[in-house]
């Protein structure tokens, strides 16, 4: 099969895939404001606008049970759900939760998934109103759709950025992505044992980043603050690939093109600490990590100071600039990059 | 891990081992007009119920590649999910597609699920919005969550029968499963052959079956009718588990009791004719068999005859009877027998 009419997935990049497929999206229902191309899609409601999005993860690809807790995998999988609605100033209000399950999960397993999901939705205020539940024959797979709302007048779409805004992050980036390397680390290390008991790394010294890995938290606290503030982000995408597949998504919806800095990453220093045993660049761990589940926004740059007096956890990585000057990274060193379109296919 | 403590999930039944997991789905949302426990979840809206429900399909599980075309796999689990919404009277408006993708699919077969989603949009009139798509080691899963709007008045809910109510099918029944079984048949007879050429069946005979079992049809055509008439059925589901399962759960959810007819089941010839060559007994493809995505429902007797002449693809099977009297059921020579709450695990 392996002939040239034989397109890998892997050959196109994810945008350009989905791109492909959504060409069969040709139908049209009068209900939809936004369909395919924001964090969730918009519906139009009498006084808000409704919101939906859905995430799927796949054991081995998105989750390796070995060292992930069951319920941290719920738990998790809710936090993904929820970001993208938080990312249009959202609030969730219910999911549905579909699951594959293999043989070897127990009952008691299983309902580990349910606790993970079940204390994600007393911290996001959402009900689980249903979904489904089929066997599988190897993997487990998680599915959650999520439904929120908005009031019209706060919805926040990528679009809409503006030339001169200040590009923002909530939070700290590359963290999730450090804790995957340790996992994978201390996982080879117990493979390597030649007697193999129970999976129990010490992970003492790494515990900030395990958790920016295992249990990711979504910021509600961030859109919480906005509802109460007067000032409202132009722009907003939650930071799920990476900086560089993010900046790329809201400055394309926003027909604009940005100026990052490098040295105004927001980057911990445990995190720094992992890239350097690791002997990697932290930088790119920021930049094409993803799994942070932080918003990324823009706003006005006269109006960052006031937004710094009502919320501390942010900084201005960067300004919006003209289109034609693309994306633009000022490294510490002092030079400038860029990034092209092919930079998606990375993260 | 065999030990007493590993509960497996086959020893619970599907809605036992559901009822287990929704005591995690304690957080109540305020827009939640009804949870888990109904073919759909209802949200409160200004003039109509939102409503939402989501299917999951793992290949090996709900599907084998070997003999269902990736088009027809699209089609029909969205007319899974769209047929829970017609199950409340709804009309479905969008959908979110989630899937797990091994490399053994390329770009265009991926797109021909998607064309089959793409087609079922337009024949149940609903949008795609977006999904998740990830990679997959194995095998192919398929997650669509639906959102709907019912007007107020409108809803049907599984709750609502009547004692005395005719308990009516439309279409017909057992049809998916003897499609099932022809097609299982062939791989093995494929499988056997020495020299394996690609999975080319002589399907003529059974064309209706094998239709019913690769591309169901949901009945918007019966809710559009109902939209037109002055008659509501009092309580409705959709047969994707079997006749057992459903008069199961919509006598429970309306706390009565059912006595139906073997004699009146709607089985097409071509039914009969499978389970005739596979020595199998035809009525229990309708009571177990499942994937009819037909809808049954209730309606006061005097009625039946008004709705017949409105609508004419429909048959009652028994009516509803006090709960005492449980489910039973008059066999074609006369005999009664009662379902108990075991035969839910057949399903």
Not at 283 to 296: I, Q, T, V
Request: glycine share 8%.
């Amino acid at each position: 099969m392996k002939d040239d009419s034989f397109r890998t997935i892997q050959s196109l990049g994810r945008t350009e895939l989905i791109d492909e497929l959504m060409e069969y999206a040709e139908y049209e229902h009068p209900s939809v404001k936004l369909g395919y191309g924001d964090d969730a899609a918009v519906l139009k409601g009498e006084d808000d606008f409704k919101l939906t999005t859905s995430e799927t993860f796949m054991e081995g690809v998105n989750f390796d049970l070995t060292y992930v807790p069951l319920h941290h995998l719920g738990y998790k999988i809710a936090t993904a759900a929820v970001s993208d609605i938080y990312a249009m100033n959202g609030t969730p209000e219910v999911v549905n939760v579909d699951l594959a399950v293999p043989n070897k999960l127990s009952v008691d397993m299983l309902k580990e998934i349910y606790r993970g999901i079940g204390a994600a939705s007393k911290d996001y205020q959402f009900q689980i109103v249903g979904g489904d539940l089929t066997a599988s024959h190897k993997t487990l797979s998680v599915s959650i759709s999520c439904y929120g709302s908005v009031a019209k007048e706060d919805i926040i779409y990528r679009k809409g950025a503006q030339v001169g805004d200040a590009i923002c992050v909530t939070g700290d980036l590359g963290g999730a992505i450090a804790g995957l390397r340790i996992l994978m680390r201390e996982k080879k290390f117990w493979q390597e044992q030649e007697e193999q008991t129970s999976f129990q790394p010490d992970l003492d010294d790494y515990e900030y980043v395990v958790k920016r890995q295992l249990v990711p938290a979504a910021r509600n606290d961030f859109i919480e603050q906005i509802g109460e503030s007067s000032l409202k982000p132009t722009a907003m995408i939650d930071v799920t690939q990476g900086l560089v597949s993010e900046l790329q998504h809201l400055t394309s919806a926003s027909d604009v093109g940005s100026y990052v800095y490098q040295a105004a990453f927001p980057i911990a220093l445990d995190t720094r600490t992992v890239a350097d045993e690791m002997r990697e660049e932290v930088d790119r761990y920021a930049l094409y990590g993803g799994e942070d589940y932080e918003l990324m926004f823009t706003l006005p740059e006269e109006q960052v100071e006031t937004l710094a007096d009502e919320f501390q956890d942010f900084v201005v990585i960067g300004k919006i600039t003209d289109k034609e000057e693309g994306l633009c990274m000022q490294q510490a060193e002092g030079g400038v990059v860029t990034f092209g379109e092919e930079d998606e296919t990375n993260s």
